[in-house]
């Protein structure tokens, strides 16, 4: 199993550019998740979503947009990129079960850089 | 909403030695997990323990142990013997039951072993 990986692992970006992260997992989880890290900082939730077809906002979901076509895969989209999205982001995914709450496995992370 | 913060920025501790990381949070709700993950300079986000709120024992995995006070809101992580391979930083984590699995994590706390 690779687990959790993303495309890319470092981006630069001109400010007004666009872009889109791609997360896959070979695990079968239901859930997926895109996080942003900021330097000194813990993570925050971007987007996430319970389901092939089925999206939800985060904590900071302002500038993004997401979609989850298939089940392995959970892509993260910035239309017109600002200096404020220069971080690095996670994905992670998890699976489900009614009455069970399951760890999150996380990517090795992808460092966005816009100038 | 659910806060969780980590007081210590920054942490050092002599090879061999014990040392506790320090957790609290805030929430309203009864049913919940908690969580430590170790990020290292490779910035893999890596589970170390869990806790559910329901059980009144604390968890241990191997050198690492949590003491969990529930009234408190305290969840605090012990490591013995530290090795040089702990050097990283260490992240708090709340996850609400059965709401989507989400997490929201603390500012973390960087720890330096040294030698």
């Known amino acids: 199993n690779a687990g959790v990986t993303q495309t890319p692992k470092f981006r630069v970006l001109k400010t007004g550019q666009s872009m889109t992260l791609l997360c896959a997992q070979d695990m079968n989880h239901e859930y997926m998740y895109w996080y942003r890290q900021d330097p000194g900082m813990g993570l925050r939730l971007i987007h996430y979503s319970v389901g092939e077809g089925t999206t939800a906002k985060g904590e900071v979901p302002d500038g993004y947009n997401v979609s989850r076509l298939k089940k392995q895969n959970f892509l993260l989209g910035l239309e017109s990129a600002a200096p404020s999205q220069t971080s690095v982001y996670f994905c992670?995914?998890?699976?489900?079960?009614?009455?069970?709450?399951?760890?999150?496995?996380f990517g090795p992370g992808t460092r966005l850089t816009v100038t | 909403a659910q806060t969780v913060t980590q007081s210590q920025p920054e942490m050092s501790v002599q090879e061999a030695e014990t040392v506790t990381l320090s957790c609290t949070y805030d929430t309203s709700e009864n049913n919940y997990y908690l969580f430590w993950y170790k990020q290292p300079p490779s910035r893999q986000m890596i589970l170390v323990i869990r806790q559910e709120a329901y059980k009144q024992q604390n968890a241990t995995e191997n050198r690492f142990s949590v003491n969990f006070q529930k009234a408190a809101k305290s969840f605090s992580l012990k490591i013995s013997d530290s090795q040089l391979g702990d050097t990283a930083m260490y992240f708090c984590?709340?996850?609400?039951?059965?709401?989507?699995?989400?997490?929201?994590f603390g500012g973390g706390t960087r720890l330096m072993v040294k030698p």
């Open positions: 984590a709340f996850m609400k039951s059965n709401a989507g699995n989400m997490l929201t």
């Open positions: 992670a995914s998890t699976r489900s079960k009614t009455g069970l709450t399951y760890e999150q496995y």
